[in-house]
């Protein structure tokens, strides 16, 4: 009988949202949490939780007890010999309001900030509402960021003199939105020591980083079995704080006073580098996106900056109650676990973030199986995040099949939107194509909107919005309509 057709009582199976699916929400352990918190306002007519004043205005980092037990939770899931400690975390209502608050304390109108490609493209709306120029990187498609490309790009870019400075390189260096790349621990090695010599800030988007479920079929990645560093910890500036803390504060995540010595470089005559790398992160992909809780990590001079900021001294702490939720789920569980989630003594978010990755890791690989042996294209299957990067097949064009999909009721991201310049170019015809071009390149090179243009050979596609089963009918319908668009654009029709 052939796929079945979209009619308007069905809805669209949407690859293209990367939203968390509904069923992956964790209802139960968000409505305990907020029966502990219930409970111990009631038992406090001045709302003191867990020792502080949750209804007040917070401290500009954030509460420094939580921040405690989130360093004790980035510490139990990225044991990389660098700990995460309260003084270089900084609360924010994630990681968009991170980028918000990167670009604008640490940036001026006119700077120019570089962007891998592809790349998550919304990011670029934010540095150029801060009226910098966003400068992408020459497309990889498929490769993954190069470094060697990076450091050659910002050479190339110091030759002319009237321009005004790089300040930062934007990436998602853990599983990247779109491609699901992973740079190894030897390419962040090798990135920041280029980001030193050329006196640039790293900034890592890493809300991807804790949905990580081995990389045993990517040899290129390195530290097989075991997620890549987060990237602060290859900042030489983060290192010399952290081992400073780790000697004269106190044990991370333990007590509930503030630090013995809060000893921050400068205070021994060991030359202090300069910080050269912020990461950026949040529970938006590990728990809630309602949440709208998520954290900064850095040297700490950085994050005096930021904590600096207008905004927040104005305003204070960006999330008290949302902080005091977290850090009922940050803690291990009482007597009232959750049946079938987590038992009494475990850890609620950590076991949430094992379930999520056990049900990724199946959704991913069905995807990138039905992708692969259904003649959609070529796809390595991913190993965490949320997206399936697909090379179609030669001479299909992702702005020609998407309305073709649409009507049979599948959608996708095309893969020019994945590029910084969010140029979207619809080549139906010779002289469309001039027309279009000549509106992107007002804003863009047309070296960028060639780059951007062909990126459209690629489609990004996210299994964690959709079932097992909206997949296997997802990925039919797509199948069928590139059947369609290659027997329409074959040459001779």
Known sequence: QGPPQFCECCPMIDFAKGHPNSSALPRELLAQACDVLSESLKASSEGQIFGREVLQYGASEGCHRYRQHLASFLNRKCPDGWPAFPRALLSTNGVSHGLELVSSVLTSPGDRVVVESPCYFLASDIFRQHHLEVLPLPSTGGEGFSVSAFDEFVRDQALCPSAKPIRFLYLVPSHCNPSSHSLSNEDRTALVAAAQRHGILVIADEVYHLLDWGRQDDPKNGNM?????????????????????????????????????????????????????????????????????????????????????????????????????????????????????????????????????????????????????????????????????????????????????????????????????????????????????????????????????????????????????????????????????????????
């Not at 309602?290 to 702490?317: C, F, M, N, Q, V």
């Not at 109650?321 to 009494?344: D, W």
């Not at 909107?449 to 990925?475: H, N, P, Q």
Request: proline letters at 7%; glycine letters at 10%; aromatic letters at 6%.
């Open 225 to 493: 079995g075991n997620p890549p560093r987060r990237m602060v910890a290859f900042d030489p500036a983060f290192r010399f704080a952290s081992e400073a803390h780790r000697q004269h504060g106190m044990s991370l995540g333990q007590g509930s006073g503030p630090l013995t010595h809060q000893m921050t470089p400068g205070d021994e005559d060991t030359e202090t580098p300069n910080p050269c790398v912020i990461s950026i992160s949040s529970f938006t992909k590990i728990f809630a996106p309602g949440l709208r809780l998520g954290w900064i990590e850095a040297a700490p001079p950085l994050i005096d900056k930021l904590a600096g900021s207008g905004y927040i001294t104005s305003g204070g702490g960006v999330a008290p109650i949302q902080e005091a939720l977290v850090q009922v789920l940050l803690q291990p569980m009482a007597e009232g676990a959750v049946e079938g989630l987590c038992s009494a003594g475990d850890f609620a978010l950590d076991s949430h973030i094992a379930r999520l990755n056990s049900e990724y890791e199946a959704k991913s690989a069905l995807l990138a199986n039905m992708v692969n042996s259904k003649g959609i294209g070529i796809a390595r299957r991913p190993s965490g995040g949320y997206f399936l990067w697909v090379k179609l097949p030669d001479g299909v064009n992702s702005q020609h099949l998407l309305p073709v999909a649409n009507e049979l009721g599948v959608s996708f991201l095309p893969g020019s939107r994945c590029h910084a310049t969010g140029v979207s170019l619809v080549p139906v015809d010779t002289a469309a194509e001039e027309g279009a071009r000549a509106v992107a390149t007002r804003s863009s090179s047309t070296l960028e909107v060639d780059d951007a243009v062909a990126l459209d050979g690629w489609i990004r596609l996210c299994f964690a919005w959709l079932s097992s089963e909206e997949i296997s009918a997802g990925t039919t319908l797509l199948a069928e309509a590139i059947q369609r668009v290659a027997s329409r654009d074959s040459p001779g029709n």
